[in-house]
C-alpha cells in the first residue's frame, strides 16, 4: 500500500480500546483528538495507573508484542473470569481510516490481529487479507519505537 502522491499520508490515532488488557478490567475507551488546530491528546496521571501500559496495547494491538514484558500470561487482567483480552486501534493513515483489533485468548496463548478498513459513508468495514503488511508499511515495527516512545 504507497499512499498517493498527492496525498498527505500522515498517521493519526482516534481510538483506542481496551477490555481486559494488563490492569484494565473491563471496557475502556480513550478518544484522541485529531482537530488540526488542538491535535495534541494528553494523558496525565499518578505513577503506576495505566499510562505506559496504555501504550504498550497500541503497540501490541499493531505489532503482537509489548517489549516491556514477555510473559503472556499477564496480557489478560487476572481480575477477569474472561481469559481473553482485546486492544482494538482506531486510526487514519491519509484519507483512509482502519481499525485494528487484535485479541489474544489466554486458554491457547494465541492472538489474532484483524485490520479493517472503515468505509467514510457506510461506516461498513472491508477486512485487509494481509494486516501485518499493511501495518508494517504504514508504520514498520523496527520504527515504532522512536513514535511509540515508553519512558519518563
Given at each position: 500500500m504507497m499512499p498517493n502522491s498527492n496525498s498527505k499520508s500522515e498517521l493519526w490515532f482516534t481510538r483506542l480500546e481496551l477490555e481486559n488488557w494488563r490492569q484494565y478490567l473491563g471496557k475502556h475507551q480513550i478518544d484522541f483528538s485529531t482537530d488540526a488546530e488542538k491535535h495534541l491528546?494528553?494523558?496525565?496521571?499518578?505513577?503506576?495507573?495505566?499510562?505506559t501500559t496504555m501504550l504498550?496495547?497500541?503497540k501490541w494491538c499493531l505489532y503482537g508484542k509489548v517489549p516491556e514484558f514477555d510473559n503472556k500470561k499477564i496480557l489478560?487482567?487476572?481480575?477477569?473470569?474472561?481469559?481473553?483480552c482485546k486492544v482494538r486501534l482506531n486510526f487514519k493513515y491519509g484519507q483512509v481510516e482502519y481499525t485494528a483489533l487484535r485479541v489474544y485468548e489466554?486458554?491457547?496463548q494465541t492472538s489474532k490481529l484483524n485490520l479493517a478498513k472503515i468505509d467514510k459513508n457506510s461506516r461498513s468495514q472491508k477486512p485487509e487479507?494481509?494486516?501485518d503488511a499493511v501495518i508494517?508499511?504504514?508504520l514498520p515495527s523496527e520504527l515504532s519505537n522512536y513514535f511509540l516512545f515508553a519512558g519518563e
Open positions: 491528546t494528553v494523558v496525565h496521571a499518578e505513577n503506576s495507573v495505566g499510562k504498550n496495547a497500541i489478560v487482567t487476572d481480575r477477569s473470569d474472561k481469559k481473553i489466554q486458554k491457547y487479507s494481509n494486516p508494517n508499511n504504514i
